[in-house]
């Protein structure tokens, strides 16, 4: 069945440094992942997405990792900022449209 | 582009009461709009989608009765929450995509709080 899920709980990072979330997902079938951003009391939104033709991806200050192979996909921030903290998803979008939520990981950034 | 907003976007009733939870696309028709739910420290769970003009098409688990979903026009689609009790509270956030298989933009949320 479909699933996505995420290897870690919480992610303390440094500010300035990079910060590196992790998810792994279950449906090999599965074609097309989004990463989101969501802060406290707002609704997420989104950051990049990827296809599963792709294996990279980048975007401002941002890079997605799809590995097919063992069914992981990694969402990368560069220099991470204060504004950066948040609780982080990756999403798969099934093949019925609908957005299937992994269980989140949230970010601090310490000064 | 692409904005969606709730109305309200917190609200907090008595045990038994009925809310109605708006979603609106500002700036676009949408075709399809869906509703989800997010307990605290937990991630958005897909109660249903609904289409315009359209009966709702609920998930496993989710009561249509308790939970009224109504898109009756492009750009408004309501939730209401029927005979609220405390574990109804919850983070209720809706996404409405302009075509099936698009993109979807998030509204901001509504925190409800059943007393």
């Known amino acids: 069945g479909e699933s996505v899920g995420l290897h870690l709980p919480t992610l303390s990072v440094q500010e300035g440094d990079n910060s590196i979330i992790n998810c792994a997902y279950s449906?090999?079938?599965?074609?097309?992942f989004i990463w989101y951003k969501q802060e406290s009391g707002k609704g997420p939104q989104f950051i990049i997405d990827i296809r599963s033709n792709m294996d990279k991806r980048q975007g401002q200050r941002v890079t997605v990792l799809l590995n097919k192979t063992v069914k992981h996909l990694s969402l990368q921030i560069a220099a991470t900022q204060p504004g950066d903290s948040a609780v982080y998803f990756c999403a798969e979008f099934s093949s019925a449209s609908k957005i299937i939520f992994g269980s989140g990981t949230r970010l601090s950034i310490r000064p | 582009g692409a904005v969606v907003s709730q109305h309200p976007s917190r609200v907090i009733c008595k045990s038994g009461t009925s809310v109605k939870i708006e979603c609106r696309s500002l700036?676009?028709?949408?075709?399809?709009m869906f509703w989800y739910r997010q307990f605290p420290k937990k991630s958005l769970m897909l109660m249903a989608t609904s289409n315009e003009g359209s009966k709702a098409t609920y998930e496993q688990g989710v009561e249509k009765d308790k939970f009224l979903i109504n898109h009756a026009s492009l750009t408004l689609s309501t939730l209401t929450v029927t005979s609220a009790h405390p574990e109804d509270s919850s983070f209720y956030i809706c996404s409405a995509s302009g075509r099936v298989g698009g993109e979807q933009f998030f509204g901001p949320g509504t925190r409800l709080t059943v007393l």
């Open positions: 700036d676009f028709q949408a075709t399809t």
């Open positions: 449906n090999s079938a599965s074609d097309y």
